[in-house]
Nanobody, 126 residues
Framework: QVQLVESGGGSVQAGGSLRLSCTAS????????MGWFRQAPGKEREAVAT????????YYDDSVKGRFTIALDSAKNTVSLHMSSLKSEDTDMYYC???????????????????WGQGTQVTVSS
């Protein structure tokens, strides 16, 4: 059974940095897409940063461009998200997601992702 095991997250002051990591287990090959989504209470889940299996094609939400960096370690089926210059509006529950098959042209599309982690809270205080 596929599992996405997340680590990282926590509380930090504005301007600080955090690193999220997620490892996909029970995949026989590297998932086509992996990444991070966030969901505020009462809102739809939205892509923060996602990456294709080539490790090159990426998607970033406009709000995090230049501050967040996503990386894929194919050998470990692990995706990491380095978050810097954090703002209070980055406070959210962050979910790791993976898709065995997906389109690199729609990395942002939540409907492509079939496997989800349980979520990790990121809290940024101003």
């Amino acid at each position: 059974q596929v599992q996405l095991v997340e680590s990282g997250g926590g509380s930090v002051q504005a301007g600080g940095s955090l690193r999220l990591s997620c490892t996909a287990s029970a995949y026989t090959s590297v998932p086509d897409c992996m990444g991070w989504f966030r969901q505020a209470p009462g809102k739809e889940r939205e892509a923060v940063a996602t990456i294709y299996t080539d490790g090159i094609s990426t998607y970033y939400d406009d709000s995090v461009k230049g501050r967040f960096t996503i990386a894929l370690d194919s050998a470990k089926n692990t995706v990491s998200l380095h978050m810097s210059s954090l703002k209070s509006e980055d406070t959210d529950m962050y979910y790791c997601a993976a898709a065995r098959w997906c389109s690199r042209y729609a990395l942002w599309n939540v409907r492509q992702y079939t496997d989800w982690g349980q979520g990790t809270q990121v809290t940024v205080s101003s």
